[in-house]
C-alpha cells in the first residue's frame, strides 16, 4: 500500500498534523509507495546492497580468468571511500570493475523509475531529485548521471539529479518544511532529528540571514550522530539516548545566545498517522515494536524535553524520504511536479507538487 492524498483544503490554514499531506509550500500526492510487480518490491532493485551485488558479481567473472585487481576484501566490507580510490586510481581494471557495476546498477534503477512513473500519482514528474548515502560517492553520482541518460535514450524525458545537500543535512534540513514561517517568529533556529536503521542524527537548523520563506540558506549549525546499530539499543533506551543528544544541542545553543524555537521536527522511516504514531515501515528502528498502538515517539520527546526555553516543547514529523525531499524546495522552483528517491539500505520515495501555481522561470 502507500500513502494517499487526500482532498486539500486550503493549504495555508491545515491544521497542524504528524506526517501531513499538505504543507505551506506543496502538496505530498505519494510517499512510501510500495510498489510491487512479479518479482516483489520494485524498490529492492535499486539500494546500496544492490550496487554491492553487481560489483561482486563483476569480481566473480574476473576471477575466472585471473587475478581480481581488487584483491581478496569481500565487496561487502568495501568502504565508500574505498570504491571512490578505485574509481579514481591508477589501476584501470579496478576501475572499470566499478564502472560495470555503475552501468548495471543504472539500468536497473533506470526500470525502477520507469515503473514508478507509471503510477497515476507520479504523473507529469518533471525532475526526481536522489539522496540517501549511495548519492555522496562518485560512483553514486556517475550512476545517476548514467540513469539519466538510460531513461531520455529510452524516450522517458525526465531530469534526475542528486540532492543539493549533504544527504545527512537534507534528513534535518527539510524539517523546516513541515510547519509554516510564522511559528518561527522571533528565533534563529530549530532542532531536528533524522531516524534511520543504522544512525540516529540530531541537529540544529540555523534558519539563515534572509529568512524567506523557502529557506533556501538554510544550514546545520551543529549536528551529532549515534550509530545505534553498534549497541543494539532497546527502544526505550533510544528514545533517552535521543532525548539527551538533544539536550546537549539545547545547552550548545544557549551558550551561543542563539534564539532556539521551541520545536522538534523528525523524520522517521515509514508511514506516519496524524496522531504522530507509526502506522507500518518502522521494522527496522532500533528496539523494535516502534509500531505500538502504545508508543508515540512525538508524545515520548515532549515528555523527555517538557520545554525548550521558556515554552512548551513542540514536535513534528513525517516519513524520512519526503523531510529529505523537503530540503529540495528552494531548488524546485522552475518545475510543478517533482519526487525524491533515497538510495539506501531501501529506496525511499516520495513525490510532491508545488502550491504556488506557476512555475519560477
Same mark, same amino acid.
Do not use: C, Q
Given at each position: 500500500m502507500? &500513502? +494517499?492524498?487526500? /482532498?486539500? +483544503?486550503?493549504?495555508?490554514n491545515a491544521p497542524l498534523a504528524h506526517g501531513a499531506m499538505v504543507l505551506p509550500l506543496v502538496t505530498i500526492d505519494d510517499y512510501n509507495n510500495e510498489l510491487r510487480d512479479k518479482n516483489g518490491f520494485v524498490g529492492d532493485n535499486a539500494n546500496k546492497k544492490t550496487f554491492q551485488q553487481k560489483l561482486d558479481d563483476w569480481r566473480k567473472r574476473i576471477r575466472k580468468f585471473g587475478d581480481d585487481p581488487i584483491g581478496k576484501v569481500a565487496t561487502a566490507k568495501l568502504s565508500r &571511500?574505498?570504491? /571512490?580510490? $578505485? $574509481?579514481?586510481?591508477?589501476?584501470?581494471e579496478a576501475a572499470a570493475l566499478v564502472m560495470g557495476a555503475v552501468e548495471d546498477f543504472a539500468r536497473d534503477f533506470a526500470e525502477v523509475i520507469s515503473k514508478f512513473l507509471k503510477d497515476e500519482r507520479w504523473s507529469k514528474t518533471e525532475r526526481i531529485v536522489v539522496g540517501g548515502g549511495f548519492r555522496q560517492s562518485r560512483f553514486g553520482e556517475l550512476a545517476i548521471a548514467r540513469t539519466m541518460v538510460i531513461l531520455k535514450a529510452a524516450g522517458i524525458n525526465i531530469e534526475l539529479v542528486p540532492i543539493v545537500h549533504h544527504p545527512d543535512e537534507a534528513?534535518?534540513?527539510?524539517? *523546516?518544511? $513541515?510547519? =509554516?514561517?510564522?511559528?518561527?517568529?522571533?528565533? /534563529?533556529?530549530?532542532?531536528? *532529528?533524522?531516524?534511520?536503521g543504522t544512525n540516529v542524527r540530531a541537529g540544529v537548523v540555523k534558519f539563515g540571514r534572509e529568512k524567506t520563506t523557502n529557506f533556501a540558506?538554510?544550514?546545520?549549525?551543529?549536528?551529532?550522530?549515534?550509530?545505534?546499530?553498534?549497541?543494539? =539499543?532497546?527502544?526505550?533506551?533510544t528514545v533517552e539516548k535521543l532525548a539527551a543528544m538533544l539536550q546537549d544541542l539545547i545547552d550548545k545553543a544557549e551558550k551561543a545566545n542563539l534564539k532556539l524555537a521551541p520545536i522538534i521536527g523528525i523524520a522517521c522511516p515509514g508511514i506516519i498517522k496524524a496522531d504522530g504514531s507509526i502506522e507500518r515501515g518502522g521494522q527496522n528502528l532500533p528496539g523494535g515494536n516502534w509500531e505500538s498502538d502504545s508508543f508515540n515517539l512525538p508524545a515520548a520527546l515532549m515528555k523527555a524535553i517538557p520545554e525548550i526555553g521558556d515554552h512548551s516543547t513542540f514536535v513534528m514529523m513525517h516519513n524520512d524520504a519526503v523531510v529529505q525531499g523537503l530540503s529540495q524546495i528552494p531548488f524546485m522552483r522552475d518545475v510543478s511536479r517533482w519526487a525524491v528517491l533515497t538510495i539506501g539500505t531501501g529506496l525511499g520515495n516520495a513525490h510532491f507538487t508545488n502550491r504556488e501555481g506557476k512555475k519560477e522561470r
Open positions: 502507500t &500513502k +494517499r492524498n487526500p /482532498e486539500p +483544503r486550503n493549504g495555508a &571511500k574505498k570504491i /571512490e580510490a $578505485l $574509481l579514481k586510481g591508477d589501476d584501470m534528513g534535518l534540513i527539510g524539517s *523546516v518544511h $513541515l510547519m =509554516p514561517p510564522w511559528m518561527f517568529k522571533g528565533y /534563529e533556529a530549530i532542532l531536528a *532529528v533524522d531516524i534511520g540558506d538554510a544550514s546545520i549549525w551543529e549536528s551529532a550522530i549515534w550509530r545505534h546499530a553498534d549497541d543494539e =539499543p532497546s527502544r526505550s533506551a
